[in-house]
């Protein structure tokens, strides 16, 4: 007993204990973390035009439960801005042949197949998109 009293603390160094395990000797002497004292904040700057602005206002006073009209002065306290991309829709242009009566000879014409309905259904954008995923991301032709 008197001899383990004797013994120094195992740490990371004298044993096999994981380093994470050891106490941290100066954490009461060590600075607080986090931004500096005077140090001048960091933020993203505010749309000057923004596609739909959404006004929240009170509808009744929280101390005494009176009515607060839109006629009310009121100011700006804070703005958020969550941003979102479109959504993405396809566009699909259709070619349509066109076959018409001769009003002479009464022979019927069919307007000859135009180079964009010839080949693949499919425009550069969407393969580069299907190239991307097939050789970046590794999707399967399945999942493709």
Partial sequence: ???????????????????????????????????????EGHSRVVSDDPDAVV??????CACCGASLHAAL???VVSV??????????????????????????????????PEAARGTPFGPRLHAVATYLKTFQALSYERL
């Fill in 80 to 113: 958020a801005e969550p941003i979102e991309l479109p959504a993405v829709a396809p566009i699909v242009t259709q070619h349509q042949r066109l076959a018409v009566r001769c009003p002479r000879c009464g022979e019927r014409v069919v307007a000859p197949v």
């Fill in 1 to 39: 007993m008197v001899l383990r009293l004797q013994r120094p603390e195992k740490t990371s160094r004298t044993s096999s204990k994981p380093p994470a395990t050891d106490r941290k000797e100066q954490r009461e002497h060590s600075k607080p973390g986090g931004a500096k004292s005077g140090h």
């Fill in 73 to 75: 002065p009121a100011e």
């Fill in 55 to 60: 006004e929240h206002r009170s509808e009744a």
